[in-house]
């Protein structure tokens, strides 16, 4: 079983920027789909970005293209979501989700919140 930390979260004011880590506890990080969620009070939970494992393409909801990157470090077993000039709406858990198969790994969230 894969377990997955997230880091970084925190209060940032408009405009700001936060760095995300997630950390995984396996040593073959490579062989799985990578992506970040995210959940609101009182919405669903959407994706934000995510490496697709079966397709090798990378993608981006529209509402943070041009804003957040996401980027990996196999060896460090790590993913990270970088988000510039953040928004109020981006106030959200985020959660980090390692995916192989039909199996899915989540974090237990990290707080982001963004102030006017």
């Known amino acids: 079983e894969v377990q997955l930390v997230e880091s970084g979260g925190g209060f940032v004011q408009a405009g700001g920027s936060l760095r995300l880590s997630c950390a995984g506890s396996t040593s073959t990080f490579d062989d799985y789909s990578l992506g970040w969620f995210r959940q609101a009070p009182g919405k669903e939970r959407e994706g934000v970005t995510c490496?697709?494992?079966?397709?090798?393409?990378?993608y981006y909801a529209d509402s943070v293209k041009g804003r957040f990157t996401i980027s990996r470090d196999n060896a460090k077993n790590s993913v990270y979501l970088q988000m510039n000039s953040l928004k109020p709406e981006d106030t959200a858990v985020y959660y980090c989700?390692?995916?192989?198969?039909?199996?899915?790994?989540w974090g237990q969230g990290t707080q982001v919140t963004v102030s006017a």
């Open positions: 989700n390692a995916g192989w198969g039909f199996l899915d790994f």
């Open positions: 490496f697709s494992k079966s397709d090798g393409s990378t």
